[in-house]
């Protein structure tokens, strides 16, 4: 059974969207059958696969006008790589999701419908903590957290920690943190800094996996590919294989407790 594993930060330009497809498209280079679900409704993850931000994805599947498996499409360059892709339609969804049956429990049974055919299921989270986000919540196994190298980094987290605690408190008791990723690390006494007081705050929690600031990251999405498909030897391409293959070392672990 896939572990389903949420990218979530309130707070827009931290890396969150890169991370999740670059992490996806690390774990399916190393292996491992990853399915990445963009529930973002800006579908930036959809858009730097390749893939057509006017098509059928999670909106339909929310509102049930498709199943999950009519709507995943495989990745163009990865055979492990597999997209349910997302548009500006799920906008809609913080809206419409209220209204339904069970509605904090929508997107678990879209996600658990195809949960058996991939060992991990990643899913790129809006900046928004709505209705929408907490359901992915309340569908993940955990929740991975990039965290920008910046001034007040942590202060930053508070809200996303404290709707993390609200949903494991009452809809998804078995919630955990995957783990904190720093991410746009430049080599300077503030980013450094931020990096102390991060790994001082959450302990094993931080990945030992930074990524750097990588100019090869931000050219990546126009061509459709995931970093280390665009420059395989940039920098980028070497942090996020370090952080899939760090990724699948915890979760080693975590498995044979």
């Known amino acids: 059974m896939g572990k389903i594993v949420a990218l979530a930060n309130q707070k827009g330009g931290v890396g969150k969207t890169t991370t999740a497809i670059n992490l996806a498209a690390s774990l399916a280079i190393l292996g491992r059958k990853v399915l990445l679900v963009d529930a973002d ?31 995943i499409q495989q990745g163009h360059d990865l055979k492990k790589l597999w997209l349910i892709g997302s548009s500006i339609d799920l906008v809609a969804a913080d809206t419409e999701l209220p209204k339904m049956d069970d509605a904090h429990f929508v997107v678990k049974r879209v996600l658990e419908s195809v949960r058996d055919r991939f060992d991990y299921i990643l899913v790129d989270c809006s900046p928004s903590l709505g209705y929408t986000t907490v359901n992915v919540l309340t569908a993940a196994d955990s929740v991975l957290v990039p965290v920008q190298c910046e001034y007040l980094a942590l202060e930053g987290l508070s809200k996303l920690l404290n709707t993390i605690k609200i949903v494991k408190s009452g809809l998804n008791p078995q919630l955990e943190i995957e783990g904190f990723l720093l991410t746009l690390y430049s080599r300077n006494r503030l980013n450094n800094q931020v990096v102390a007081e991060v790994r001082e705050h959450f302990g094993h929690l931080a990945f030992d996996t930074i990524i750097q600031r990588n100019i090869r990251l931000g050219e990546a999405p126009s061509h459709g590919k995931p970093v280390m498909l665009y420059d395989a030897s940039a920098t980028g391409s070497q942090n996020y294989l370090n952080l899939a293959k760090e990724f699948l070392k915890r979760n080693k672990k975590q498995s044979s407790r």
């Open 41 to 71: 409704p800006q579908a930036n993850a959809t858009s730097s696969l390749g893939f057509d931000i006017t098509g059928e994805g999670i909106y339909e599947c929310i509102t049930g006008q498709r199943k999950a498996e009519e709507v």
